[in-house]
């Protein structure tokens, strides 16, 4: 019996009022009952939102929250001041958390050791890259411990969008743009340095299995945006760093006919399961809208694992598990998926 390192992947939409978010909790092992032979995509309801969270407004009417997600159970959520809060779900409490030395309006993180590295991609060098880290510290009233940010160099690449990042080695951080190329950052000797003029061939975050020594990820857009597996440390090996390719590729969701692709997102449950998460429009929906009518997203979750097959077990399959689709509000245009 496979063991999860992850039992709950979280949701976090637009709320019912305009300037709020829902954190919805999602039990993944539920997926993983049988495996499915055809396409079936079940429809289901979200979960009833665990938390709401709202920006504080501004004079300007600019208001907005970002959500990073710490060790299992933990979320972070960050305001366009640099305010931060930290919603513990399995205690289902809410604590204060220490603000960012810069606001980030565009993060990624990733977890290497005890550390959590979070840079900003919106293209702000200033103070855009820090380490948020749990450790004591002392102040009036005695020693306490708590998570404290410490500042890191900025990135040496001119701002852009962040296409792909993954942890490499077990103490690089790779980042890619489409424009830039590839870098790393070394979080022992705390310096970056340039992969190659190459950028990496999937989108978002790839996700580690040590069972397989492989990455694995979302393909990019004209890869029509499937579920891969690659080496990167192959990469690094040769004595010219070479732009990783792409070992396996699978389709894990056939697309309803209208279905119009919005974004992708990859968690690892732990074992070589998986979380895919796809978002939708309805094409054929919107044209029949009027103009100022607010679009109608849904999302498809669906689980798949990844097992050794093949002779002496060298090859890799995908087995595919439940899918659900969710309706999302009318008009919803901001989705996380932690």
Request: include cysteine; glycine fraction near 8%.
């Amino acid at each position: 019996m496979r063991s999860f390192l992850r039992q709950f992947v979280y949701l976090v939409v637009d709320g019912r009022r305009p300037g709020t978010f829902d954190l919805h909790r999602i039990n993944m092992s539920r997926f993983f009952r049988s495996p499915l032979m055809g396409t079936t995509v079940v429809e289901a309801r979200l979960p009833r939102p665990k938390m709401t969270f709202y920006a504080p407004s501004s004079e300007d009417n600019i208001s907005s929250l970002q959500f990073l997600l710490l060790d299992r159970n933990k979320v972070l959520a960050t305001d366009q001041m640099g305010h931060a809060a930290i919603y513990d779900a399995g205690m289902n409490a809410l604590r204060t958390a220490p603000p960012l030395s810069r606001p980030k309006y565009s993060p990624i993180s990733v977890a290497v050791g005890h550390k959590h590295y979070v840079l900003d991609c919106s293209g702000d060098k200033d103070n855009c890259f820090e380490a948020l880290v749990y450790e004591g510290g002392e102040t009036s009233c005695g020693v306490y411990h708590d998570w404290r940010y410490h500042s890191l160099p900025s990135t040496p690449y001119r701002p852009g969008d962040i296409d792909a990042y993954a942890v490499v080695g077990g103490s690089d951080v790779w980042v890619s743009t489409e424009a830039e190329g590839t870098y790393s950052f070394n979080t022992v000797r705390g310096a970056w340095s340039k992969k190659g003029e190459w950028s990496l061939p999937f989108c978002g975050l790839a996700e580690y299995v040590p069972e397989y020594k492989l990455w694995f990820g979302i393909s990019k857009k004209e890869d029509r945006n499937l579920f891969c597996a690659l080496d990167l440390a192959a990469a690094t090996s040769r004595r010219r760093c070479m732009a990783p390719v792409p070992r396996n590729v699978w389709q894990d969701l056939r697309p309803r006919k209208g279905w119009f692709p919005v974004t992708s997102s990859l968690v690892h449950l732990g074992s070589g399961r998986f979380c895919i998460a796809r978002f939708f429009y309805d094409e054929e929906q919107i044209e029949a809208q009027a103009d100022d009518d607010p679009w109608k997203m849904f999302a498809v979750f669906t689980a798949v694992e990844v097992r050794p097959c093949g002779e002496a077990g060298k090859g890799l399959e995908m087995v595919r598990y439940r899918s659900e689709c969710y309706s999302l509000r009318d008009g919803s245009l901001n989705q996380w998926v932690l």
